[in-house]
């Protein structure tokens, strides 16, 4: 790719957050910029100083400023500046929340302004993955042009084997790259 591009990444509350760490690391050997957009629930899993350090980029997850010296409606500047959206890990909550077009909070405010693309990393329970509603709500990102990496059978955190774990990250990374070659004709 030629030319620095601008990625955010949604990281959201699956024990698969601290992927995140090699996603960002392998995007900036694609030359890529990382900013990394946290959900509430992924801090119970990774902190935002390890995400900060890693990205070289402060690390967004409150839907409303405190401090107003620097005034910015973030969830839509976020979105503009974006050359794509990653959300990975993705759980089934956020899935459902844009699936429906649901924006209670920073990342799916961000995934319902933004008109870059989208990619959807997701990675849960195998019983939760294959539910027929997260299904459905799959097919609906689909065919509202989202893109996804499908999760891979493995080992999940509760000990089994399943459908679940979230995709290899050469393998997200290789989609994000290929989108923005696509889009930029790089």
Not at 21 to 48: G, H, S, Y
Not at 60 to 65: A, D, R, T
């Amino acid at each position: 790719m030629s030319g620095k591009k601008h990625i955010l990444l949604g990281v959201t509350g699956s024990i698969a957050a601290y992927k995140a760490c090699d996603i960002i690391r392998c995007l900036q050997r694609q030359d890529v910029d990382v900013a990394v957009v946290m959900t509430q629930e992924a801090k119970n899993f990774i902190t935002p100083l390890t995400l900060a350090s890693l990205s070289r980029n402060r690390v967004y997850s409150e839907m409303f400023l405190k401090d107003f010296a620097d005034w910015d409606i973030e969830h839509v500047s976020l979105a503009q500046r974006a050359d794509l959206l990653l959300i990975a890990p993705a759980t089934a909550n956020i899935i459902g929340k844009i699936a429906h077009g649901i924006a209670d909070d920073l990342l799916s405010c961000i995934a319902m302004t933004t008109r870059a693309p989208i990619v959807i990393a997701p990675a849960m329970n195998d019983g939760m993955y294959t539910n027929k509603i997260v299904q459905e709500n799959m097919k609906k990102l689909h065919a509202s042009g989202m893109h996804c990496v499908n999760p891979t059978k493995g080992l999940l955190a509760c000990g089994t084997v399943g459908e679940g774990h979230l995709a290899d990250t050469e393998v997200i990374v290789k989609k994000v790259c290929a989108l923005l070659k696509n889009k930029y004709n790089m």
